[in-house]
Each structure stands twice: as C-alpha cells, then as structure tokens.
C-alpha cells in the first residue's frame, strides 16, 4: 500500500521568512494534493499536481512535484501568521479515497 | 461559494450508543466521501459513496458503520455501537466526480466526536 511521508513534523518560523515543507511518498504518485487544515475550518484545499515537474503557485505558496512523482515540496515565501496550521499532503491511489500524511505543523511568531 | 457542512459540531455519547453524524455536500457534486482523524494521527479514508452506494471503503469502515443519502441533500454516517476508539473529528467531503480534472474534493468542517 501507498505511504506518505511528511517533513518536518513541526516547524517554527519567524514572520516573513521562508519555509519548505515535503511529502514523500513509497510509490509514484498520480495525483497529489495539498491540503492546509485549522480547527474548525476542515481541510482548504490548496493545490493539486499530477506531471512530473509541474510546479503550481496561489499566493505565497507554491508546490512542486519532482520529474519521478515520488516527492513534493510545498514552499512559502515571506510567511505570515494567516499561514500557521497543520498542512497535509493526500495522494490517491485510485479514484475514490485519499491516502494522508501525517501533517506538518507550522507556527509563525510574531 | 458553495461549501460542504456538517452537524453537529461536537457529539458526545455514551459507549454503545448509536450516533448520526450529518453531512450536507455541494450540491452539484456526485461522490461523496468520510474520513476520520483521531486526535494526534493521520486523517484516514472511511468510504466513498456514488449513486447511492458505497464505492469503496476502508478495512476501518466494518459493520458498525454505515452511510446514506436518505434524501437529495443530506449524508450521513452511522456508528451502531459506539466505541472508546472511535472518538475522532469525522469530515465529510464531496467533489464533482468529473473524471481527469483536478477533482478537488471539498471538506466540511468535521464532527468531533467523543465517546465515553
């Protein structure tokens, strides 16, 4: 079965600094997706790649899916505290379920 | 913008007891999904649902769940005999099934359950 592994677990940031966080997974993905998740707010979709190398932007935020669709990176630019919560990759491995990361928790201080 | 919500927000019951958990979809949309984060772990696929039967579902979902779409709106999920282990926040999702685009599945804001 598909596995999705998410780095760092964690991650504290200054305001306005860069991030990075990563998803990788055990087999060629077809489909990855980010999702950013608040309490309260269930999961926002954020972007969704599917070829290898693309490389998508909304925001300050851009994700790129490497040429072997086997990782993919999320990157922040200039963070903001509008950017703090548990960001999750999904992957489906058919048409109907997503698989999940373990989620990345971002906190930005002030 | 249209958008998938869920009620109630937090449940509470007893061990053993049945509960509802219920989702109202976008209403375009054709499949319709649960999925469950037990508090600290991963968000976990329950099952999928599509012309009003399930499309696939998870070695989690057994007897004690079920799903419906009882009328053109709503779907819900049971848990027949609740169990300690199933406290968890449930989220439903749905998407427009339009096969090969980005097939986006849209979340509710989730149910949290807690069984004592």
């Known amino acids: 079965s598909q596995e999705l592994e998410q780095s760092p677990q964690s991650l504290i940031v200054q305001e306005g600094k860069n991030l990075t966080i990563n998803c990788t997974s055990s087999?060629?993905?077809?489909?990855l997706y980010w999702y950013k998740q608040k309490y309260g707010e269930g999961l926002i979709f954020l972007m969704m790649?599917?070829?290898g190398g693309e490389e998508k932007s909304h925001e300050k935020i851009t994700a790129k899916l490497d040429e072997k669709k086997q990782q993919s990176s999320l990157h922040i630019t200039a963070s903001q505290p509008s950017h703090a919560g548990i960001y999750l990759c999904?992957?489906?491995?058919?048409?109907?379920?997503?698989?999940w990361g373990a989620g990345t928790k971002l906190i930005i201080k002030p | 913008e249209p958008e998938v919500t869920q009620t109630p927000s937090h449940q509470v019951t007893q061990m053993g007891q049945e509960v509802i958990l219920r989702c109202v979809p976008i209403?375009?949309?054709?499949?319709f999904y649960w999925y469950r984060q037990i508090l600290g772990q991963k968000v976990e696929f329950l099952v999928s649902?599509?012309?009003?039967?399930?499309?696939?579902k998870s070695e989690i979902f057994d007897d004690q769940f079920s799903v419906e779409r009882p009328d053109g709106s709503n779907f819900t999920l049971k848990i027949r005999s609740t169990k300690l282990e199933d406290s968890a926040m449930y989220f439903c999702?749905?998407?427009?099934?339009?096969?090969?685009?980005?097939?986006?599945?849209?979340f509710g804001p989730g149910t949290r359950l807690t069984v004592l």
């Open positions: 999702a749905s998407d427009e099934g339009a096969y090969g685009n980005d097939n986006e599945q849209f």
């Open positions: 209403s375009n949309h054709l499949y």
């Open positions: 649902f599509y012309n009003n039967e399930i499309s696939e």
């Open positions: 087999k060629t993905l077809y489909g």
């Open positions: 790649l599917q070829k």
């Open positions: 999904g992957a489906d491995p058919s048409n109907y379920q997503l698989i």
